[in-house]
């Protein structure tokens, strides 16, 4: 009896149910695990993507285990998709508790000896400005009721930069830097702003490249799965992770420490 009244107690830290968090990039890898971990614990998912027919088939899966979600097509390059998502997230559900910003492209190895200024920009729109985007469009609902919670996520090479791509480097680097400036201005609106800068893991993102040697730099000595980072965001998405703002945490079996 006593043991299940702590299980209780630790379980109230970490549920969403009634919550609700809008996941960007919800169709794939990393997103879509983000969107059914916090499914599984209660909250309210709004899945949004690109690419509809994948994020139809997260918010199904989602359904079909009897948790909540909705699934809403959106560019997160464009205000009036992101506002359409705001406005299924109010009109389905009545507001937005947490936000995760997951949506990104990848640099597709260039270098600064070949990187050109339209390739630069296109990937700093897509994983820097819609961040910016995404977050000062559900900014005044989290503000007016001084609460929210919003997950950032980036990029070991936005810590430690990496060997190609300089732009999404740069991006994520940038996003690391607004997740605490965020952190620093929200603080007095009690909106938890957060990081969560992955290592390698098992999504189209990463097979696109060899893994054997940066498998062989973790101290895990294997490829992190979508959960592992989506454990983390669940964390400073819950009351768990009250205390928690303006840091950045890596999932990434000891591939770098900070
Ligand atoms: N996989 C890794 O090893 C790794 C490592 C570090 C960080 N990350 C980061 O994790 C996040 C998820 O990456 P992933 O590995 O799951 O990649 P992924 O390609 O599997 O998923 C990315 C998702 O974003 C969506 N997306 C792309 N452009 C979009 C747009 N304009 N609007 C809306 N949605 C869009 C895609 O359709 C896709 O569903 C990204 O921010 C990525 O930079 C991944």
Same mark, same amino acid.
């Given at each position: 009896m006593e043991s299940r009244v702590i299980e209780q107690t630790m379980y109230d830290y970490f549920k969403l149910v009634g919550k609700t968090a809008i996941v960007t990039?919800?169709?794939?890898g990393i997103g879509r695990g983000i969107a059914q971990v916090l499914a599984g614990l209660g909250a309210n998912v709004v899945a949004c993507d690109i690419e509809k027919d994948s994020v139809e088939k997260t918010v199904e899966e989602i359904i079909s285990k009897g948790l909540n979600g909705v699934a809403v097509y959106c560019d997160v390059r464009k205000y009036e998709d992101i506002r359409n998502v705001i406005d299924v997230a109010v009109s389905t559900y009545? @507001?937005?508790d947490i936000l995760v910003n997951d949506a990104a492209g990848c640099g597709?190895?260039?270098t600064v000896d070949d990187i050109t200024e339209e390739e630069w920009l296109r990937l700093i729109e897509l994983n820097l400005n819609s961040v910016f985007r995404f977050t000062m469009s559900v900014l005044p609902i989290m503000r007016a009721k001084k609460s929210g919670k919003i997950v950032n996520i980036s990029s070991g090479a936005g810590i @430690?930069? %990496?060997?190609? %791509?300089p732009h999404y480097a740069a991006a994520k680097g940038g996003v690391i830097a607004l997740t605490k400036e965020l952190a620093h201005e929200l603080a007095k609106d009690h909106i938890n702003v957060n990081s969560v800068a992955p290592g390698l893991v098992d999504t189209r993102m990463a097979r696109i490249r060899p893994w054997e040697d940066e498998i062989a730099d973790t101290l895990w000595y294997r490829v992190g799965q979508p959960e592992d980072i989506a454990y983390a965001v669940a964390y400073l998405a819950s009351?768990?992770?009250?205390?928690? @703002?303006g840091q950045v945490i890596s999932p990434n079996g000891g591939a770098w420490m900070q």
């Open positions: 990039g919800a169709g794939n009545g @507001t937005v597709g190895g260039v @430690t930069g %990496d060997f190609s %791509d009351a768990a992770g009250e205390y928690c @703002t």
